[in-house]
């Protein structure tokens, strides 16, 4: 193996997608994504089925990887894997794996916070790209997770402010589920809000503090408002899909916009990045892009493949411990729950 070339091998697995990626000195090889169509059925990740497709998956999905990035397993420098959050079952197959395969080829194991994954894909060297400099805000906005980080450097993050209960891509994705849309509902809103009116329907923010977030009430209220609308007109959905799916979606929006607006207040922080599955929303992108011009934000919104689950946020993030000599013990445990500063 030549000396100047650092080969990461990441492994993505913590919840319904199975995924490896080839980074070399932080740009992108190969990343491969295997999507799990068998929870589009039950409306939502079934846990016991999806460790069992990561079983099913992983082997090609790596091979695949390896394939695309043109080298093979003896050409790696070390092996990174998710660690955490997600599904125990789903974490447990890609830490195996990648326990296996440091453990035969002998190199260095890396375990990788998903979480802070997310951020840090903004580091990947591409053409075109703007890496975001230290300090900067980032909203992690996720099915799982909404959070607004200091990050420092690419290992000191501070959470400024949480969610209280839901995260928002639940939110998208309870709302889809009550106007009838197919799992997952989150994308389908955001595409039916394009071609309605965001001003149809009035839904009220929640009062929380100034950096929380709460998703829970905004959930019952259109519950309540779909429910009596449909007692009074049966079709009153079908009617007003677009519309209904601009208004709650102009409602989230103005919930994460005012709470960024909120940060860069209290920080003096203009550097705003946004990462995770529900930063591939249009709306949000699109906001984000006017408060650049209005506000004089500088703004970093990653590529559509690094928001959702994904290996090589997961590569970036092990060539940047590996950098570091930051490496795993074999002993390491998959943890379902982690925080993005653990």
Partial sequence: MSTENTYILGIESSCDDTSAA??????????????????????????????????????????????????????????????????????????????????????????????????????????????????????????????????????????????????????????????????????????????????????????????????????????YFIQKNTKENPKFIEENIYDICASIQYTIIEILMKKIKNAVKQTGISDVAIAGGVSANSEIRKRLGLAEKHWKWNTYIPKFEYTTDNAAMIAITGYLKYLNNDYSDISIASKARLKVTE
């Fill in 22 to 223: 080839v980074i070399c000195n932080g740009k992108v090889l190969s990343n491969v994504v295997a999507n799990q169509e068998v929870h589009a059925k039950y409306g939502g990740v079934v846990p016991e089925l999806a460790s069992r497709a990561h079983q099913q998956n992983i082997v090609p999905v790596v091979q695949n990887a390896l394939d695309k990035a043109g080298i093979t397993k003896d050409d790696l420098s070390a092996i990174a894997f998710t660690r955490g959050p997600g599904l125990m079952g789903s974490l447990l197959v890609g830490t195996s794996f990648a326990k296996s395969l440091a453990l035969g080829l002998n190199i260095p194991l890396i375990d990788v916070n998903h979480m802070q994954a997310h951020i840090l894909a903004h580091f990947i060297i591409e053409e075109g790209s703007k890496i975001p400099p230290f300090p900067f805000i980032c909203l992690t906005i996720s099915g799982g997770h909404t959070q607004i980080v200091k990050i420092t450097n690419h290992f000191e993050m501070e959470v400024l402010g949480e969610t209280i209960d839901d995260a928002v891509g639940e939110a998208y994705d309870k709302s889809a589920k009550l106007l009838g849309l197919p799992y997952p509902g989150g994308p389908l809103v955001d595409k039916y809000a394009q071609k309605g009116n965001p001003k149809a329907f009035k839904f009220t923010q929640p009062k929380v503090g100034d950096l929380e977030f709460s998703f829970s009430g905004l959930k019952t209220q259109i519950l």
